[in-house]
């Protein structure tokens, strides 16, 4: 059923009866109303996660998605000071609503002769609606961070490099479970701790960045801060090993079946041997990267 003439630019009246049921309540999953973060959870996270002029700070937020992509999820957001941010992303940000201009491009909701499941004919580039509204709501450019969903207190949003390195050791894959991926659940205790302490990992990772960053240069390391480096490998290794797991537990049998598939099927007994050694070499390297 299409839904939006490119020709004219204007909704067609069935789409324009369904955003009216939408505004009205659930469609297919989707709730266009906001929820309020709880107050005692936005608060703990202001106080222990406060932004400063060096610092970023944490937000809870309600992501509810779209029509087309129902997500209803909370996510803590990172919040960065406006002046640490790039210029184009700031001039975004103070510029009109990315939905002002542009549609939603896919089977269903538009005439295009080329669908391109995704937002067509936009102004921006480098942000989504849900940044330019919090940045109407907070004052902050703001970057998602840890998603609550799961049984588990939730996981990273997004891996970083060294983090998908070390996913893909463990389970095949590189990503964490999208928005949506795993049952609903709210912000508790679990969640704070979680949080907490990956703000303590966040020091291994600077220290191992330091190290590969040194090593790069070809400088050579005094054996104290080789140790010091090494361990902080060794501490990022086991806290990123731990949240992989986590994650992989909270995956349905199927997903895990289908993990183990990629990894093993095929394989001969010696070839899978080969594999667990190489999972080991790259573990080995991971740990003494940048202290060489």
Not at 59 to 80: D, F, M, S, T
Not at 219 to 245: C, F, K, P, Y
């Amino acid at each position: 059923m299409s839904t939006w003439d490119p020709a004219t630019g204007k909704l067609l009246a069935e789409v324009e009866y369904k955003l009216r049921h939408i505004r009205r309540g659930f469609v297919d999953g989707y709730c266009p109303d906001d929820r309020p973060a709880p107050t005692e959870w936005q608060d703990r996270l202001r106080r222990h996660f406060p932004v400063s002029d060096s610092l970023t700070g944490l937000y809870l937020r309600w992501e509810k998605g779209n029509p087309w992509e129902p997500i209803n999820r909370w996510v803590v957001w990172q919040l960065y000071p406006v002046h640490a941010i790039d210029e184009q992303i700031r001039k975004e940000l103070l510029d009109d609503s990315p939905r002002t201009h542009g549609h939603y491009c896919a089977e269903g909701w538009c005439l295009c002769p080329v669908l391109r499941d995704g937002w067509v004919g936009g102004h921006v580039s480098c942000i989504d609606q849900q940044q330019w509204e919090l940045y109407r709501e907070t004052g902050y450019y703001g970057q998602r961070y840890w998603a609550i969903q799961g049984d588990q207190g939730g996981h990273k949003y997004r891996l970083n490099t060294i983090e998908s390195k070390i996913a893909h050791i463990k389970t095949g894959k590189s990503s964490t479970p999208a928005l949506g991926d795993l049952p609903y659940a709210e912000m508790d205790e679990r969640t704070f701790d979680k949080l907490v302490e990956r703000d303590r990992v966040r020091m291994y990772a600077n220290v191992a960045a330091w190290g590969a960053d040194y090593q790069a240069r070809g400088a050579v390391m005094e054996e104290e801060d080789r140790a010091g480096v090494l361990e902080a490998n060794e501490l990022l290794w086991h806290w990123l090993e731990s949240q992989i797991t986590q994650t992989c537990e909270s995956l349905t049998e199927k997903d895990r079946l289908d993990i183990a598939r990629e990894r093993v099927v095929g394989l001969s007994a010696e070839e899978r041997r080969a594999n667990t050694i190489k999972q080991e070499v790259n573990k080995h390297q991971f740990l003494t990267e940048g202290v060489a």
